[in-house]
């Protein structure tokens, strides 16, 4: 039976508008685009099942459908850039089934033009249509944010912009099945900069408030009570809160394209926030030395190994790097994770505590990267030898904070 919507790609953007549109009554067809991150339970799978959700293997499947959303995953590549293979990917198959009357969307993160200079081509190759003319083609930066029970895509307005008005209106039309809001950009380059904006915003404001965590501690000065302090202004402060590292799916981006005009302050966060892993393990070492302890054959217990509160998603995550480095100085690395049931670095399985209590009274540092609600941080901080916070999630003057 012919589908409404095809998603292409099934990862961590793909997933969540598949789930929504099937939410929202549209029969929906799921096509991988390759070994992608995020996964269904079997309940999920269930209920998207019995709503019309049918996965699919077939790229003729795809020439039955009126909407095509491509949710393909750019990781960064060897240059820094975007990896858009899988896009190019997905969108050769698609254009080889792609009928006129489509509507073509563009949710997957890319650099300003892509849509239309990269995009745009190889749909009109492989199809022999015209977009604009025989199918619509739209760009909509997807807003994702795993785990946030607030913001659904239900929820959260959706930008749009297309080739042409007519475009802009298919793509929208389409959107006002799953959203109560709809905004129509300009055309497709300001809606893909609205996900530049997006993106590079969460990126600059963590890299300031990461290097605010080095300085107060330089300076003796409690960070925690001071962004207490400054989210009370009403006005002209939105709060972001230090860690141990940038994860998860949103690359920030320092260049307009792969010979576009640099954002420099864009590339200066992303070497300050590349740099907290690193100093994580100093702020670790100098603990350990304050306590008579050499990070050398020291017992270190890692507590939460993913990139994102109460998430299993692995994605990016600080905790990889942090381990590394641990390992370097010498240190025994254990970890516990009630998402994350067996864990490896470098190719070497890190042994997992068991009994969490346990671990923490056994271990000579712990420390805390990732705040799970089920964490009892009241009394870990008890338990545990010696506590490193880098969530101030502890309460004040339990545990050593980043």
Same mark, same amino acid.
């Given at each position: 039976?012919?589908?409404?919507?095809?998603? %292409?790609?099934?990862?961590?953007?793909?997933?969540?508008?598949?789930?929504?549109?099937?939410?929202?009554?549209?029969?929906?067809?799921?096509?991988?685009?390759?070994?992608?991150?995020?996964?269904?339970?079997?309940?999920?799978?269930?209920?998207?099942?019995?709503?019309?959700?049918?996965?699919?293997?077939?790229?003729?499947?795809?020439? +039955?459908?009126?909407?095509?959303? %491509?949710?393909?995953?750019?990781? &960064?590549?060897?240059?820094?850039?975007?990896?858009?293979?899988?896009? /190019?990917?997905?969108?050769? @198959?698609?254009?080889?089934?792609?009928?006129?009357?489509?509507?073509?969307?563009?949710?997957?993160?890319?650099?300003?033009?892509?849509?239309?200079?990269?995009?745009?081509?190889?749909?009109?190759?492989?199809?022999?249509?015209?977009?604009? &003319?025989?199918?619509?083609?739209?760009?909509?930066?997807?807003?994702?944010?795993?785990?946030?029970?607030?913001?659904?895509?239900?929820?959260?307005?959706?930008? %749009?912009?297309?080739?042409?008005?007519?475009?802009?209106?298919?793509?929208?039309?389409?959107?006002?099945?799953?959203?109560?809001?709809?905004?129509?950009?300009?055309?497709?380059?300001?809606?893909?900069?609205?996900?530049?904006?997006?993106?590079?915003?969460?990126?600059?404001?963590?890299?300031?408030?990461?290097?605010?965590?080095?300085?107060?501690?330089?300076?003796?000065?409690?960070?925690?009570?001071?962004? &207490?302090?400054?989210?009370?202004?009403?006005?002209?402060?939105?709060?972001?809160?230090?860690?141990?590292?940038?994860?998860?799916?949103?690359?920030?981006?320092?260049? @307009?394209? &792969?010979?576009?005009?640099?954002?420099?302050?864009?590339?200066?966060?992303?070497?300050?926030?590349?740099?907290?892993? +690193?100093?994580?393990?100093?702020?670790?070492?100098?603990?350990?030395?304050?306590?008579?302890?050499?990070?050398?054959?020291?017992?270190?217990?890692?507590?939460?190994?993913?990139?994102?509160?109460?998430?299993?998603?692995?994605?990016?995550?600080?905790?990889?790097?942090?381990?590394?480095?641990?390992?370097?100085?010498?240190?025994?690395?254990?970890?516990?994770?009630?998402?994350?049931?067996?864990?490896?670095?470098?190719? +070497?399985?890190?042994?997992?505590?068991?009994?969490?209590? /346990?671990?923490?009274?056994?271990?000579?540092?712990? %420390?805390?990267?990732?705040?799970?609600?089920?964490?009892?941080?009241?009394?870990?901080?008890?338990?545990?030898?010696?506590?490193?916070?880098?969530?101030?999630? @502890?309460?004040?003057?339990?545990?050593?904070?980043?």
């Amino acid at each position: 039976m012919p589908a409404d919507l095809a998603v %292409i790609g099934l990862g961590p953007l793909g997933l969540p508008l598949a789930q929504a549109a099937v939410a929202a009554g549209i029969t929906t067809l799921g096509y991988r685009t390759g070994p992608e991150p995020g996964s269904l339970s079997p309940a999920e799978l269930r209920r998207m099942l019995a709503g019309g959700f049918r996965p699919a293997t077939n790229p003729a499947e795809l020439g +039955r459908v009126r909407t095509a959303v %491509i949710c393909a995953p750019t990781p &960064r590549d060897a240059d820094g850039g975007l990896d858009l293979t899988q896009v /190019e990917a997905a969108a050769r @198959t698609l254009g080889a089934q792609l009928r006129p009357h489509t509507t073509v969307i563009l949710e997957s993160p890319v650099h300003p033009g892509a849509t239309e200079e990269f995009l745009r081509p190889l749909l009109e190759e492989t199809s022999g249509l015209r977009a604009g &003319r025989d199918f619509h083609l739209a760009y909509s930066p997807s807003r994702v944010d795993p785990g946030n029970r607030a913001f659904t895509p239900a929820t959260t307005p959706k930008v %749009i912009g297309g080739l042409t008005p007519a475009c802009t209106e298919s793509a929208a039309t389409f959107y006002g099945r799953l959203t109560d809001k709809v905004v129509r950009a300009r055309g497709l380059r300001e809606a893909e900069t609205v996900q530049l904006l997006e993106t590079n915003f969460r990126h600059v404001n963590m890299a300031l408030v990461n290097e605010m965590a080095v300085l107060c501690h330089d300076l003796g000065v409690d960070l925690w009570d001071v962004i &207490r302090c400054a989210e009370t202004k009403p006005f002209g402060f939105q709060t972001f809160r230090p860690g141990p590292g940038v994860g998860g799916h949103s690359v920030p981006l320092d260049r @307009t394209g &792969r010979t576009g005009t640099p954002l420099r302050m864009v590339e200066l966060a992303q070497q300050v926030n590349s740099r907290m892993p +690193r100093y994580v393990v100093q702020r670790a070492a100098a603990l350990l030395n304050e306590h008579g302890k050499s990070a050398r054959g020291a017992r270190v217990l890692l507590l939460g190994v993913t990139y994102k509160a109460d998430l299993a998603d692995q994605t990016g995550t600080p905790a990889r790097e942090i381990a590394i480095r641990l390992m370097e100085l010498g240190a025994a690395v254990s970890y516990h994770d009630p998402h994350v049931p067996s864990w490896s670095i470098l190719d +070497r399985p890190v042994p997992r505590a068991d009994s969490l209590y /346990e671990a923490a009274a056994d271990a000579d540092l712990t %420390i805390l990267l990732q705040q799970h609600r089920t964490y009892d941080l009241q009394g870990l901080s008890v338990k545990a030898q010696l506590l490193l916070d880098t969530r101030g999630a @502890t309460p004040t003057g339990a545990a050593h904070r980043l």
